[in-house]
């Protein structure tokens, strides 16, 4: 909930506040440290979704040998695999958002105008589809913790 809450206070908080035409010099800047902070914690908190997640199916015997096949093959195993799959599209378009368009967007706002608006937009959707990917795997995993299953 850090990471989806972080996500949502920062558009609906955050990039408001930064718009402000009172902030005009100062709103590229305030973008880029905010970003460069909720960057450094958002991979601690990966490692944290991989080691609890993997921990809980441990827990709960998901890869003992005799259960292995059963649960893969199940509904609430279906929702598992569509978790994981959710999860490895997040992390790498995270990546990508993070280490690519991101950093790019910042190189190019005083001496691009071009590429600066195409990698701002571009930031922008992936900043969208990340906090969409991380709602999503917030509610299967809310409805998998309660057995019920969309398969």
Same mark, same amino acid.
């Given at each position: 909930?850090?990471?989806?809450?972080?996500?949502?206070?920062?558009?609906?908080?955050?990039?408001?506040?930064?718009?402000?035409?009172?902030?005009?010099?100062?709103?590229?800047?305030?973008?880029?440290?905010?970003?460069?902070?909720?960057?450094?914690?958002?991979?601690?908190?990966?490692?944290?979704?991989?080691?609890?997640?993997?921990?809980?199916?441990?827990?709960?015997?998901?890869?003992?040998?005799?259960?292995?096949?059963?649960?893969?093959?199940?509904?609430?195993?279906?929702?598992?695999?569509?978790?994981?799959?959710?999860?490895?599209?997040? !992390?790498?378009?995270?990546?990508?958002?993070? !280490?690519?368009?991101?950093?790019?967007?910042?190189?190019?706002?005083?001496?691009?105008?071009?590429? !600066?608006?195409?990698?701002?937009?571009?930031?922008?959707?992936?900043?969208?589809?990340?906090?969409?990917?991380?709602?999503?795997?917030?509610?299967?995993?809310?409805?998998?913790?309660?057995?019920?299953?969309?398969?």
């Amino acid at each position: 909930m850090i990471w989806v809450g972080g996500m949502i206070f920062y558009v609906i908080v955050v990039i408001p506040v930064i718009r402000n035409p009172e902030l005009k010099d100062q709103k590229l800047r305030l973008l880029q440290l905010t970003a460069t902070q909720f960057r450094k914690i958002s991979y601690y908190i990966f490692v944290v979704f991989i080691l609890s997640g993997t921990g809980l199916l441990i827990q709960k015997g998901y890869f003992e040998p005799s259960s292995i096949k059963e649960l893969w093959t199940s509904n609430i195993g279906f929702m598992f695999i569509g978790k994981i799959t959710l999860f490895s599209i997040l !992390f790498l378009s995270s990546l990508y958002h993070d !280490f690519v368009t991101g950093p790019k967007t910042f190189t190019y706002q005083f001496t691009d105008t071009v590429r !600066f608006e195409r990698y701002r937009k571009t930031s922008s959707f992936f900043g969208r589809f990340n906090l969409l990917i991380s709602v999503t795997i917030a509610v299967l995993g809310i409805l998998a913790s309660r057995g019920f299953s969309i398969f």
